[in-house]
Nanobody, 122 residues
Framework: QVQLVESGGGLVQAGGSLRLSCAASGRTFSNYVMAWFRQAPGKEREFVAVISSSGGSTFYGDSVKGRFTISRDNAKNTVSLQMNSLKPEDTAVYYC???????????????WGQGTQVTVSS
């Protein structure tokens, strides 16, 4: 089992920045691919970003490419999402997830956090 706890969400104006963090406990964090997803009201959960177990590879959804940066610290068992140039359409609950494969489908991820709300005002 892997337990994931997100933090760092909040209310920010359009154009602003937020940094989300996800703390992991349980099994060896460095064995897992980590990803961020988000879900807006009435919409399906959407892929945001993924990082390989070593941190050497990353991939982003088209809607956040160039604005968001995913990173991880295997010594501290954390994964982060730096979000810049935020837009109102970034408003959603953001979830971190742990899995075994470098994929963008939510079905590939075995463990999920409880989510943190990000609200971007116009």
């Amino acid at each position: 089992q892997v337990q994931l706890v997100e933090s760092g969400g909040g209310l920010v104006q359009a154009g602003g920045s937020l940094r989300l963090s996800c703390a992991a406990s349980g099994r060896t964090f460095s064995n897992y691919v980590m990803a961020w997803f988000r879900q807006a009201p009435g919409k399906e959960r959407e892929f945001v970003a993924v990082i390989s177990s070593s941190g050497g590879s990353t991939f982003y959804g088209d809607s956040v490419k160039g604005r968001f940066t995913i990173s991880r610290d295997n010594a501290k068992n954390t994964v982060s999402l730096q979000m810049n140039s935020l837009k109102p359409e970034d408003t959603a609950v953001y979830y971190c997830a742990a899995g075994r494969t470098f994929r963008t489908s939510r079905r590939e991820y075995d463990y999920w956090g409880q989510g943190t709300q990000v609200t971007v005002s116009s």
